[in-house]
Nanobody, 115 residues
Framework: QVQLVESGGGLVQPGGSLRLSCAASGGIFSIYAMAWYRQAPGKPRELVARISRDGITNYADFVNDRFTISRDNAKNTVSLQMNSLKPEDTAVYYC?????????WGQGTQVTVSS
């Protein structure tokens, strides 16, 4: 059974930083792509960043070099370093494991950017 557990969310001022982490269990972590999505109130869930099994990364246009996704296959974790945060980054952030035929999701962690 796949389990994804996010941590690291919270309240931060505009311009601040947060680091989200996702611990995965179940299956062979290293062979699957991992991603972070987010969902703001009243908006659809959207992709933030993705990292392939080979470490190739892709980012949404709105990231603009502010975020960095990384993975540690030895620890079965994926992280999202977020810098220069803006109020519009406020959302619930979800960890995602892409197995092609099925996606798995964590429970989400709230990120609030406000002064």
């Amino acid at each position: 059974q796949v389990q994804l557990v996010e941590s690291g969310g919270g309240l931060v001022q505009p311009g601040g930083s947060l680091r989200l982490s996702c611990a995965a269990s179940g299956g062979i972590f290293s062979i699957y792509a991992m991603a972070w999505y987010r969902q703001a109130p009243g908006k659809p869930r959207e992709l933030v960043a993705r990292i392939s099994r080979d470490g190739i990364t892709n980012y949404a246009d709105f990231v603009n070099d502010r975020f960095t996704i990384s993975r540690d296959n030895a620890k079965n974790t994926v992280s999202l370093q977020m810098n220069s945060l803006k109020p519009e980054d406020t959302a619930v952030y979800y960890c995602n494991q892409d197995r092609g035929y099925q996606h798995y999701w964590g429970q989400g962690t709230q990120v609030t950017v406000s002064s």
